[in-house]
């Protein structure tokens, strides 16, 4: 079994920045893509961004391309979500999310296996 603990969210104003983490642990711990979607109130939940297990890869939701940048650490088993430039619509409830299989569809929720259990970032404007 794999837990998921987000860490980092919190209240900042327009323009400002934010560092997610997102610590993974279980007995023996490898995975295909590490993720964040976020969800706002009222609405689904959304892709962010995505890291393959070596770096390598990484996807980007277009909403926050050139904004945010996802990266990890295998040897402490985290990964991190670099936010600058926040908006006001960055507002929402932040997840990290795990695939221990290939998956498709990056973007795709239901594709994922496991689940943090989200942290809240709020941008003032």
């Known amino acids: 079994q794999v837990q998921l603990v987000e860490s980092g969210g919190g209240l900042v104003q327009a323009g400002g920045s934010l560092r997610l983490s997102c610590a993974a642990s279980?007995?023996?711990?490898?995975?295909?893509?590490m993720g964040w979607f976020r969800q706002a109130p009222g609405k689904e939940r959304e892709f962010v961004a995505a890291?393959?297990?070596?770096?390598?890869?990484?996807y980007y939701a277009d909403s926050v391309k050139g904004r945010f940048t996802i990266s990890r650490d295998n040897a402490k088993n985290t990964v991190y979500l670099q936010m600058n430039s926040l908006k006001p619509e960055d507002t929402a409830v932040y997840y990290c999310?795990?695939?221990?299989?290939?998956?498709?569809?990056?973007?795709?929720?239901?594709?994922?296996?496991?689940w943090g259990q989200g942290t809240q970032v709020t941008v003032s404007s």
């Open positions: 999310t795990m695939a221990t299989s290939p998956i498709p569809r990056v973007v795709v929720a239901s594709r994922w296996d496991y």
């Open positions: 279980a007995r023996t711990l490898s995975y295909y893509f």
């Open positions: 890291i393959s297990w070596s770096g390598g890869i990484t």
